[in-house]
């Protein structure tokens, strides 16, 4: 009964022990998330002064490059590396070729529809209400030919069918 008592004890303390490493690593596990939501927030508003600036400096350039060719008469040359991109700094600092531009068509004007063309959502819904709503239309009666007289005889005109008492 005492090795009982004492494996009892030494499982006890084993269970506390592992609550409490469980305890630990959950507290790490949310600080790590909390370091990284703090540093995706830095980023992201380090991205966003980043394209403020870029902001900036193409409005000044652009600004400047009016009166630079407006006083010489002749058009700016493009600065050292425009048509070059650099790499993410994380990745590698190997340089890229500037895309080819893509030839495209011009666009064709856009041709507005009439507004009596157009109708909402609202009238095409009522109209197909209404028409659900409404009886079937009414068709003229079909004709009925009786199946004793033949077909020929009854359409020639002024020829009565043999047999028929009716004067012409």
Same mark, same amino acid.
Request: charged share 25%; glycine share 4%.
């Given at each position: 009964?005492?090795? #009982?008592?004492?494996?009892?004890?030494?499982?006890?303390?084993?269970?506390?022990?592992?609550?409490? #490493?469980?305890?630990?690593?959950?507290?790490?596990?949310?600080?790590?998330?909390?370091?990284?939501?703090?540093?995706?927030?830095?980023?992201?508003?380090?991205?966003?002064?980043?394209?403020?600036?870029?902001?900036?400096?193409?409005?000044?350039?652009?600004?400047?490059?009016?009166?630079?060719?407006?006083?010489?008469?002749?058009?700016?040359?493009?600065?050292?590396?425009?048509?070059?991109?650099?790499?993410?700094?994380?990745?590698?600092?190997?340089?890229?070729?500037?895309?080819?531009?893509?030839? #495209?068509?011009?666009?064709?004007?856009?041709?507005?529809?009439?507004?009596?063309?157009? #109708?909402?959502?609202?009238?095409?819904?009522?109209?197909?209400?209404?028409?659900?709503?409404?009886?079937?239309?009414?068709?003229?009666?079909?004709?009925?030919?009786?199946?004793?007289?033949?077909?020929?005889?009854?359409?020639?005109?002024?020829?009565?069918?043999?047999?028929?008492?009716?004067?012409?």
């Amino acid at each position: 009964m005492a090795t #009982r008592s004492a494996t009892l004890e030494r499982l006890k303390a084993a269970a506390a022990k592992a609550a409490a #490493r469980s305890a630990a690593a959950k507290e790490q596990v949310r600080s790590a998330k909390a370091q990284l939501k703090q540093a995706r927030k830095l980023l992201k508003i380090e991205k966003k002064a980043a394209k403020q600036a870029r902001k900036k400096v193409e409005a000044a350039a652009a600004t400047a490059a009016p009166a630079a060719t407006a006083a010489s008469g002749r058009q700016p040359k493009p600065p050292e590396g425009a048509g070059i991109t650099v790499a993410k700094a994380g990745k590698s600092a190997a340089v890229r070729k500037p895309a080819r531009p893509v030839p #495209r068509s011009t666009p064709k004007p856009r041709v507005r529809k009439s507004p009596e063309a157009l #109708r909402s959502a609202a009238e095409v819904a009522k109209s197909v209400i209404e028409r659900l709503h409404s009886p079937p239309p009414v068709l003229p009666p079909t004709p009925v030919i009786p199946a004793d007289t033949p077909p020929a005889a009854a359409s020639a005109p002024g020829v009565t069918p043999a047999g028929s008492d009716e004067p012409t």
